[in-house]
């Protein structure tokens, strides 16, 4: 299986701050990479497929880059609805996996 | 407008099984894969498995394989998952969702659409 690590787990920061969340695949998944963004209760929301395309509706300070192995998720200018947890998930091979969440607090 | 729909909370017994549905609407339901997702109480995103409608194909998690099975019915547009022997580790929120595939794109494959989530509950 691609195990997929993220970095860090948690993450405190401020209104209007800029953050970078990195996710590291076990094993090359070119850009079949996707973040996703869940608030408690709530399913998780698409924000970036295929490693740095912006989903439909999603406010550009989000933004995601990387591909093989190493990705990175950038959120700029933070607002109080962005805190929430993140996850990243590959779609290269089957089993698909997700990356173990990273849950951003307000500073 | 795509959604999906899914059934409601479930409490069942250890031993037991459970089905669990998801109604999808607003999309052309043979033109996607559709997947399942655990989440147990307080932790993160787990892949449980997939199916592909229009091939009748389906993908499981290892740990799932034996008491698991996903199908479809393309005559109502749902997706369907069992679990079977169920056990108090099975306590989550199961969420389904769509995966659309961008055949245009390298790395065109991400899940786009989700179901509200239905809470399982395996309790004595």
């Known amino acids: 299986d691609v195990r997929m690590t993220q970095s860090p787990s948690y993450l405190s920061a401020a209104v209007g701050d800029r953050v970078t969340i990195t996710c590291r695949a076990s094993?090359?998944?070119?850009?079949?990479l996707s973040w996703y963004q869940q608030t408690p209760g709530k399913a998780p929301k698409l924000l970036i497929y295929?490693?740095?395309s912006l989903q439909s509706g999603v406010p550009s300070r989000f933004s995601g880059s990387g591909s093989e192995t190493d990705f990175t998720l950038t959120i700029s200018n933070l607002q109080p609805e962005d805190f929430a947890t993140y996850y990243c998930?590959?779609?290269?091979?089957?089993?698909?996996?997700f990356g173990q969440g990273t849950k951003l607090e307000i500073k | 407008q795509v959604q999906l729909v899914q059934s409601g909370a479930e409490v069942k017994k250890p031993g037991s099984s459970v089905k669990v549905s998801c109604m999808t609407s607003?999309?052309?339901?043979?033109?996607?894969?559709f997947h399942w997702v655990r989440q147990a109480p307080g932790q993160g995103l787990e892949w449980v498995g997939g199916?592909?409608?229009?091939?009748?194909?389906?993908h499981y998690a290892q740990r799932f394989e034996g008491r698991i099975t996903i199908n479809a019915d393309e005559s109502t547009g749902t997706v369907y998952m069992e679990l079977r022997s169920l056990i108090s580790e099975d306590t989550a929120v199961f969420f389904c969702?769509?995966?659309?595939?961008?055949?245009?794109?390298?790395?065109?494959?991400?899940?786009?659409?989700w179901g509200q989530g239905t809470l399982l509950t395996v309790s004595s």
């Open positions: 199916i592909i409608p229009i091939i009748r194909t389906t």
């Open positions: 969702a769509r995966e659309r595939q961008r055949r245009d794109l390298v790395g065109g494959s991400f899940f786009d659409f």
């Open positions: 998930q590959q779609s290269y091979r089957i089993p698909y996996t």
């Open positions: 607003g999309g052309t339901f043979t033109s996607y894969a």
């Open positions: 295929a490693a740095s």
């Open positions: 094993q090359s998944i070119s850009a079949y």
